[in-house]
């Protein structure tokens, strides 16, 4: 290419490859790169690694590159677009070409010798394990720090309860029982007892953009069950006018139900 020794910075570190070998990269350079044909055509700089390695690409272009001339792809077209000062320039695929290099990629993966494989159960220094990223064992959750226990805040109705640490002092606990049961009323029950709310205290609104034209979702079936649970759910809302019904002709969304780790 006719590149300066010189021009080539040599301080790299190793490259892992898509076949998944530690490289050492020969340097880097900066070069530029133009993209499409005049007169809708745009030129960037960007920096490459040499890499002395077979390969079925001469070129990577990375994604540095596609940023900065903010580039538009879609993999399945083999197609780039891409903004120039005498307005859109497209960039096609040559799919037998692309079907060649992707043979001819796992042609060379596929004849390299198998790698032996060790496993790395600890490091210099450190007394415990490190963390394999393949370990499937699910994440242990958060546990609680103390002991807790029911206290019932109204004794006519006992379902109405809360739950305290056991640790605290015999004194602070009356205290701390005391003013709960004082404040009682700050705590939702039902929904009975978030009626009248404020918009000013807390509101939800959908941000759609006028200019967007609504879309029907295709309705999604549910089973018996779910279809109670959220008849169960709209008739408590609408008892207490929370909710009311509205006719959408153009425009549904689906109710989506997830359950709930401890049941419900």
């Known amino acids: 290419m006719g590149i300066a020794d010189s021009q080539v910075n040599r301080q790299i570190t190793p490259l892992l490859s898509f076949s998944g070998d530690l490289v050492q990269p020969v340097g880097s350079i900066s070069l530029p790169i133009a993209f499409g044909v005049a007169p809708r055509k745009t030129m960037i700089y960007d920096q490459f690694l040499i890499v ?12 540095t590159a596609l940023t900065g001339i903010k580039a538009h792809l879609s993999p399945h077209m083999l197609l780039m677009k ?75 109705q006992p379902d109405r309860c809360v739950k305290i640490g056991t640790s605290l002092a ?21 929904f009975d007892d978030m009626s009248s709310i404020s918009p000013e205290v807390i509101s939800h609104k959908l941000s759609i953009f006028p200019a967007y034209k609504p879309i029907r979702q295709k ?46």
């Open 219 to 264: 309705r999604c079936s549910c089973d018996a069950e779910r279809y109670e649970a959220m008849r169960t759910e709209v008739d408590k809302l609408k008892a207490i006018g929370f909710t009311g019904e509205a006719t959408y002709p153009v425009w549904l969304a689906n109710s989506i139900m997830v359950r709930k780790s401890k049941g419900g």
């Open 170 to 190: 015999p004194s602070l606990r009356t205290q701390f029982i005391d003013f709960l049961r004082h404040h009682a009323e700050v705590f939702a029950w039902s």
């Open 82 to 156: 891409f903004l120039t000062c005498n307005g859109t320039s497209t960039v096609r695929g040559d799919q037998l070409r692309a079907r060649t290099c992707y043979a001819t990629t796992l042609k060379l993966v596929a004849t390299k010798p198998p790698k032996e494989t060790m496993s790395v159960l600890g490091a210099p220094n450190c007394n415990r394990p490190i963390d394999d990223p393949r370990d499937e064992t699910p994440t242990l959750r958060a546990q609680l720090a103390e002991e807790l226990e029911m206290v019932i805040l109204n004794e006519e």
């Open 52 to 63: 002395d390695c077979p390969t079925a690409y001469n070129v990577i272009v990375g994604r």
